[in-house]
């Protein structure tokens, strides 16, 4: 038996967050797909034996439920002594930037992917106005990467992890972004590390008719 196991699934871009941390840090770990679509992590046992907030990811380590995955990546660093910080400043930074994802990033996207390609809900007011404040994001990341290799310096963190998470679906975001030429060499830098593999090819049940 593994000694970590991951209930995610293929199209959450949180779960991809810890499951691409897992990888990178050589973990002995296995996934377990959760049935998000048919309403799986809204059920009384889930809820019940896993996560109280009906969320993936969850971590499952011995005795140990984890939950949200910045808390889970801060797990990780400490237990692996990777990607993590090297300073009380380091680890200030690596928050500050796993914030702004969670609130700006990836809360943002996470949505916009949800409703314009997996719903397909057409280009309503509310995509529109996700689309805009998804932009106004990148942006602000892309200026940040002109003058930084990783989120936080010359080293990949967490923080990286946890930005990049939905921006390797590639094509179903809806939003160029080729338009962030800083970014995307970022995001290069990021897949060029050791043992980088895509969500697809990490968690299970893509395609959606897959349920293997």
């Known amino acids: 038996m593994a000694e970590y196991v991951l209930h995610c699934m293929a199209q959450s871009g949180h779960s991809y967050k810890v499951a691409l941390m897992l990888e990178?840090?050589?973990?002995?770990w296995k996934p377990k797909w959760v049935d998000f679509?048919?309403?799986e992590t809204r059920s009384d046992a889930f809820r019940t034996d896993l996560n109280e907030m009906g969320e993936v990811p969850v971590l499952v380590h011995g005795d140990t439920i984890m939950t949200q995955s910045a808390v889970i990546m801060d797990v990780l660093s400490e237990s692996f002594g990777k990607f993590g910080w090297d300073s009380d400043a380091e680890r200030r930074e690596i928050l500050r930037w796993t914030i702004f994802d969670n609130q700006k990033v990836s809360g943002m996207i996470g949505p916009l992917r949800f409703m314009r390609t997996l719903?397909?809900?057409g280009e309503t007011d509310v995509?529109?106005?996700l689309d805009g404040r998804c932009k106004a994001a990148l942006a602000i990341v892309d200026k940040h990467f002109?003058?930084?290799e990783f989120a936080i310096g010359g080293k990949p963190t967490s923080a990286d992890f946890s930005l990049c998470s939905y921006l390797f679906y590639e094509g179903e975001l809806g939003i160029d972004l080729d338009a962030?030429?800083?970014?995307?060499?970022w995001l290069a830098r990021v897949k060029s590390l050791p043992g980088w593999k895509h969500p697809y090819d990490l968690m299970p049940g893509h395609p959606l008719s897959d349920k293997d």
Do not use: I, R
């Not at 990178?24 to 002995?28: E, H, M, S, V």
């Open 24 to 28: 990178l840090c050589g973990a002995d």
């Open 37 to 39: 679509f048919n309403g």
């Open 119 to 121: 719903m397909k809900t």
């Open 127 to 129: 995509v529109k106005w």
């Open 146 to 148: 002109a003058d930084h």
């Open 180 to 185: 962030y030429p800083n970014l995307t060499g």
